[in-house]
Nanobody, 121 residues
Framework: QVQLVESGGGLVQAGGSLRLSCAAS????????MGWYRQAPGKQRELVAT???????NYADSVKGRFTISRDNAKKMWYLQMNSLKSEDTAVYYC???????????????WGQGTQVTVSS
């Protein structure tokens, strides 16, 4: 059983910073691409940032220059550093990863339960 658990969400004023963390646990053979997505009320879930196993990163245009994704393979964790937060960044943030379990021949996508980020203006 593979689980992803996010932490670090909360309430922050516009212009402030937050750091989200995601920890993967369970019977994991390998962690591949990792990412962060978000879903605001009444909107579809959207990609925020991804980081490949080789470290190549990709960001939504709306967060470029403000957010940074990073990973610690040894700890099976990845992070989203969010700076210069805006009210439009308010959403539930979900971590995501493509993982091979110990018994898997094919990797699967796993999701965390989500963590609320609220930016007050």
């Amino acid at each position: 059983q593979v689980q992803l658990v996010e932490s670090g969400g909360g309430l922050v004023q516009a212009g402030g910073s937050l750091r989200l963390s995601c920890a993967a646990s369970g019977s994991i053979s390998s962690l591949n691409a990792m990412g962060w997505y978000r879903q605001a009320p009444g909107k579809q879930r959207e990609l925020v940032a991804t980081i490949a196993s080789g470290g190549i990163t990709n960001y939504a245009d709306s967060v470029k220059g403000r957010f940074t994704i990073s990973r610690d393979n040894a700890k099976k964790m990845w992070y989203l550093q969010m700076n210069s937060l805006k009210s439009e960044d308010t959403a539930v943030y979900y971590c995501n990863a493509h993982i091979y379990g110990l018994a898997d021949l094919i990797g699967r996508n796993y999701w965390g339960q989500g963590t609320q980020v609220t930016v007050s203006s």
